[in-house]
């Protein structure tokens, strides 16, 4: 690349993955010159909404700007198309979203609205502008992709998604092991490795460092320690430290220094956007005062590793955390939630940017934040909307320190949810595991390597598919980094396309959370699996979305009530089994059955339709009510006293998934009718109102007293869901003998630990004055 001479501050587009690491200026082509393929395009900007922006042209290898002189809607059109939107809606002139930096690359551009290259568009030519970046045009595209177009509701760095920056480990001991908290830090050049001169370095520059590396701190490193590893220091003075050569390995490579004069204020989410300068020519003289620098990095409680940092992790997590992150497929991504007065609810996405993100990773325990995500892009959320235009700075320790607006119903809606995704430190486990024989990446039967832990040659093998289900799926396509799990397959002879045929691991059951199916228990190297056949390998088909269902809750404790329901009425409940085992040895059809009926509204808040496991070829058809049930048990209705002890219990079949209502511009997919497809719209709700059979709970043999009632969606997790800590219903109810109280209804995880506990320690109606 030659001289790149020294540019600094935000003049300079430093571009660490693939991109320049020096911004040359390129001779200015005439207009009739064609651009160069292939162009690029991208918004950006603060603040804004995944669908506006500055819009910037990735040409000649580097990002530059559009002037709004002469700028019609014509132009924005053809611009939104390029970002994969099927129009605009609108444009901004002067600023609006922000300067940016670089070159001007488009001036006087003259659109006639239906060209499909912004080249084909009529200009004074590449690069050829009178314009300042005050006057950087912005487009506001119509909130609808293109088919085909990957999504990209994003708001992201004004650089790149891929830090080629790392850390290389200079401890022998630290070699192998992950994550590398600690490390020489260098930066990608050309086909290798670069190294950062350290004069002038300091702890802001770390903190932006250990962010981009995955860990929410730093710490102060021993500089002289690494000195003796130095190559530039003498011989003879490493040889003086006896224990030089087994402490350190210092790779015998000649070093070459790439940036010196480093400054960054700590709250940047790339070193990109610090200031710094290049060294000219020859670098291999360079920093003569200094050496490589060396940055040393805090992890956060997921990543510690030995007791130091587990009895520090042990001492962070007295006390519930205020911050949670619900709804994604990775660890460290997710909707952000907050708990207020006892209550957990969502941000809304005005203002939502890096700086406010990156506070919630690094409060979190991760690094920076890689992407502010707005438009409920991570789910929508329920209950409040706790926070509104939350403006940090980037220095605060929590996100509860920064200055926010409270709102009102009328300001946001749960479809500007904000969200995050954050930087977290490598720890490989997506090596340990891989897929074979499906028809796509996102499937196949399971293969995992084992010994791998020991240095040795790893060895692959398959999983035992006795006891595998959603939940260990779940696991699994994490690990692979393919989303959310759409099935969990016991059986995969229809994928016999490998030559691994040996059983390694048997007895996998996770809670669905885990990082790694290695963390979820497991009968170890005692292989305990009935069917050994390649055919019994367990095997997943992964999705990079999931629905997300949710119970109305006010809805059941707004229609709750008794009815004494005459026998001769429940030959098909009866046929079904939603009585009590007791009404076997009823006199029918004489006599009756105490009912508690309500009305269950069930909501899809994720992004995939929720759809039934089973094909509607294998339906089972019920004659006595006449109807197919797409799934056996769809929910569980119980009682429960205080302790948790089940008084009561009934289930619900999923004789019909349909959209009874959808929100606002959402369209109903699914009915029932004519043997239709059958299942829940994203922004649908189905519906089951308290009249109809088996919409209840016998409790015939309740005593009076006061207890919970408790109603769990999709409860063997037949269906994969984003989020199954939601699918729980909780109400306190005080039977008197003939009539009932039901309050209090909530999702099991809406409320704080000290609420809960509260709710589960309720001492019990006096009267029937709910307060």
Same mark, same amino acid.
Request: with cysteine; proline share 3%; net charge negative.
């Given at each position: 690349m030659g001289s790149c001479g020294t540019w600094a501050g935000r003049e300079l587009l430093v571009l660490l993955s693939g991109m320049w690491l020096c911004a040359a200026q390129p001779s200015l082509p005439g207009p009739t010159r064609s651009p160069a393929p292939p162009l690029k395009f991208r918004l950006a900007g603060y603040p804004r909404k995944h669908n506006e922006g500055r819009v910037e042209v990735f040409y000649n290898d580097e990002w530059g700007t559009v002037c709004d002189d002469d700028f019609t809607l014509a132009n924005a059109h053809v611009l939104c198309r390029h970002l994969g939107f099927v129009a605009a809606t609108g444009w901004a002139h002067s600023a609006k979203y922000g300067k940016g930096v670089g070159r001007i690359w488009l001036d006087n551009l003259n659109c006639a609205g239906g060209e499909k290259n912004v080249g084909d568009c009529k200009h004074r030519g590449w690069g050829n502008s009178d314009c300042s970046h005050e006057e950087d045009a912005g487009v506001i595209c119509k909130d609808e992709r293109i088919p085909g177009f990957k999504d990209s509701n994003v708001i992201e760095t004004e650089q790149s998604h891929v830090e080629e920056v790392r850390l290389r480990p200079v401890v022998s001991g630290a070699r192998r092991q992950l994550p590398v908290s600690e490390g020489i830090v260098e930066v990608r050049y050309k086909d290798g490795w670069a190294q950062i001169c350290d004069e002038g370095w300091d702890s802001r520059n770390s903190h932006v460092i250990c962010g981009m590396m995955g860990f929410p701190a730093e710490k102060k490193v021993n500089r002289n320690f690494y000195k003796l590893a130095n190559k530039s220091q003498p011989k003879q003075k490493r040889r003086e430290d006896i224990g030089f050569k087994k402490r350190l390995f210092m790779e015998r490579q000649q070093l070459?220094?790439? /940036?010196? $004069?480093? $400054? *960054?204020?700590? +709250?940047e989410v790339h070193l990109s956007m610090c200031t710094f300068e290049f060294y000219r020519g020859n670098a291999s003289v360079a920093c003569a005062a200094g050496m490589p620098a060396v940055v040393s990095c805090v992890p956060g409680p997921l990543f510690a590793t030995g007791n130091g940092h587990k009895k520090k992790q042990r001492q962070q997590q007295q006390g519930q955390p205020r911050l949670r992150l619900k709804g994604g497929a990775k660890v460290g991504e997710g909707r952000v939630e907050v708990l207020k007065s006892s209550e957990w609810g969502t941000i809304c996405d005005d203002r939502w940017n890096l700086l406010s993100a990156s506070v919630v990773c690094r409060e979190l325990g991760f690094g920076s934040a890689k992407e502010a995500l707005t438009g409920a892009r991570m789910g929508q959320g329920t209950g409040p909307i706790h926070m509104n235009e939350v403006q940090c700075l980037g220095t605060e320790k929590s996100l509860w320190s920064c200055p926010f607006k409270n709102i009102t119903q009328e300001d946001c809606k749960? +479809?500007?949810?904000?969200?995050?995704r954050c930087n977290v430190p490598y720890m490989g486990y997506e090596n340990l595991i891989r897929l074979s024989g499906g028809r796509s990446r996102f499937e196949? !039967?399971?293969? &995992?390597? &084992?010994?791998?832990?020991?240095?040795?040659?790893?060895?692959?093998? /398959?999983?035992c598919g006795e006891g595998w289900g959603t939940l260990e799926a779940m696991v699994a396509c994490r690990q692979l980094g393919l989303g959310f799990a759409n099935h969990g397959l016991q059986e995969t002879w229809y994928w016999d396309a490998s030559n691994v045929t040996e059983m390694? /691991? $048997?007895?996998?059951? *996770?809670?669905g959370h885990e990082m790694s199916l290695s963390h979820c228990q497991h009968h170890g190297t005692s292989l305990n699996c009935r069917n050994t056949g390649t055919r019994f390998a367990a095997g997943v088909i992964c999705s990079e979305t999931a629905s997300d269902l949710l119970l109305h809750a006010p809805l059941v404790?707004? +229609?709750?009530?008794?009815?004494?329901?005459?026998l001769h009425m429940l030959y098909c409940a009866a046929e079904e089994n939603c009585l009590s085992? $007791?009404? !076997? /040895?009823?006199?029918w059809p004489y006599g009756h059955r105490r009912l508690l009926r309500f009305s269950s509204q069930i909501h899809n808040n994720g992004r995939a339709d929720f759809r039934p496991k089973a094909g509607r070829h294998s339906w089972v058809w019920h004659e006595c009510h006449r109807h197919y049930h797409s799934m056996d048990i769809f929910t569980h209705y119980d009682i429960l006293t205080p302790n948790g002890t089940k008084v009561a219990e009934g289930h619900k079949a999923s004789f019909c998934l349909e959209d009874t209502e959808c929100e606002e511009d959402v369209a109903k997919r699914y009915? *029932?009718?004519?043997f239709g497809e059958q299942g829940i719209t994203v922004g649908c709700w189905d519906l089951y109102r308290h009249d109809i059979d088996c919409q209840w709970i016998d409790i015939t043999d309740v005593k009076p007293g006061n207890y919970i009632l408790q109603v769990v969606i999709n409860p063997n997790f037949e269906v994969a869901e984003s989020d199954f800590t939601n699918n729980a219903m909780k109400c306190n109810c005080k039977y008197d003998g003939h009539r009932i109280w039901v309050h209090s209804c909530h999702i099991g995880d809406a409320l704080s630990e000290e609420a809960s506990k509260r709710f589960e320690q309720y001492p019990g109606q006096l009267n029937n004055q709910i307060s």
């Open positions: 070459n220094y790439r /940036l010196h $004069s480093v $400054s *960054c204020t700590g +709250t749960h +479809t500007e949810d904000a969200a995050v196949g !039967r399971v293969e &995992v390597a &084992v010994g791998a832990a020991d240095g040795d040659q790893p060895r692959w093998g /398959l999983v390694v /691991l $048997s007895g996998v059951k *996770c809670a404790q707004e +229609t709750a009530y008794i009815e004494d329901r005459p085992s $007791s009404a !076997r /040895l009823a006199n009915e *029932c009718a004519n």
